[in-house]
């Protein structure tokens, strides 16, 4: 278990090969291990980023942490410098350094006024120490700083309208909601959402947060994991491994340096690199291994491989997995659903395995639809169209 899930662990696999399918095996089997071997405690600590709500229905014991529902809430003071700058300026790959300066004094300043509201010391504050803010403050920050002369404040302005916007998205209130500035901190109860005891694993659900901010949310849950194991004791690392799980890695890691996943590849390129010595696992699944960032990628010391019918993702896990390994690749295309290569430092002997069948309520919601049976039902009325067309409209499920 050490090895699969300390030293990091791919799961590889076409749609439709059971990939979905392995993850929820490999997660029931680490959360029965307490039963079966008789232990008197055992509490895992698994975090799934889940971007289409496949595995809540697969979990009953669950916690889900959910923008529809307001269980998730991940506000804008606990994004860091570089973060900030993704949100408010936006996703384009050149960013003045000028927008840049402006955020970086506004968000000195907002930290500084929070951090006194607190009873915190404001000269050990930093752009990136999460300290909660009022936005109202930022935005002042940003107004007084505005040049005299109309025609140079263009980047002020770019700046503020994109926070109006941002505000005045209902999507994104999970995380625009301004702090109150209520004298007791609230920087613990946002850990606790993620790595507090009780029902496992933590499964958030991305589905409904816009594109636009998907790439700083994953980040940001990403970063504080890492920075929680950074600032943790010794001895508190022992006691508290957590296993962060990254569905469909491609869209977080993507090897074409996205501009709107920027933070998000950094914070996961992170735990890739250092996560195993401060006790953070990194599960990585992707159906597009060769649309994966390679540094990311190579950091995994074993891998769960299922039927890959692409040659340029066969070739990409060719390169990755070592010499002696390489032939294992020529069987890819011809595996069977839930049939599976296991290789290396967690699997004993490199190994052509079996997934384990799981129950139809143990299974995400990944499940293909059987056209047999749906078109023997009746067709959509009226009340169910407008039904669904008001939470299309609404973006609330």
Known sequence: MNELLGKHTAILGSTGAGKSGTVAAVLHSLLERGTEAGLANWKPRIVVLDPHNEYSVAFPGHKKLSTDDGSLVLPYWLLNFSETVALVIGKTEFVATSQANIVKVALLKARVEGAKALGLTPAKITVDSPVPYKLSTFIAAVEADKPPQASKQDSHNSILEKLDVLVRDARVAFMMNEWNGAAQDPFSAILLQLVSDGAQPRIVDLSGVPNEVAGVSSAVI???????????????????????????????????????????????????????????????????????????????????????????????????????????????????????????????????????????????????????????????NDAQLSAIASKWRYQTK
């Open 222 to 380: 990403a970063r504080t994991l890492f920075n929680l194991k950074v600032w943790q004791t010794a001895d508190e690392r022992q006691n508290d491994p957590v296993l962060l799980v990254c569905e469909e890695a491609h869209r977080y890691v993507p090897n074409r340096g996205e501009a709107q996943y920027e933070a998000a590849q950094e914070a996961i390129r992170r735990i890739a690199k250092e996560g195993r010595k401060y006790g953070i696992g990194l599960l990585l699944v992707s159906q597009r291994p060769s649309e994966v960032e390679a540094t990311v990628l190579s950091q995994c010391n074993s891998w769960i491989i299922l039927r890959i019918t692409n040659d340029a993702d066969r070739e990409h896990v060719r390169a990755i997995l070592p010499d002696s390994m390489a032939g294992l690749t020529k069987m890819l295309s011809g595996l069977r659903r839930q049939e599976a290569i296991f290789v290396g430092q967690a699997a004993v002997l490199p190994s052509r395995i079996l997934i384990r069948s799981l129950t139809p309520e143990q299974l995400p919601r990944s499940n293909d639809i059987d056209f047999d049976k749906g078109w023997q039902a009746a067709a959509l």
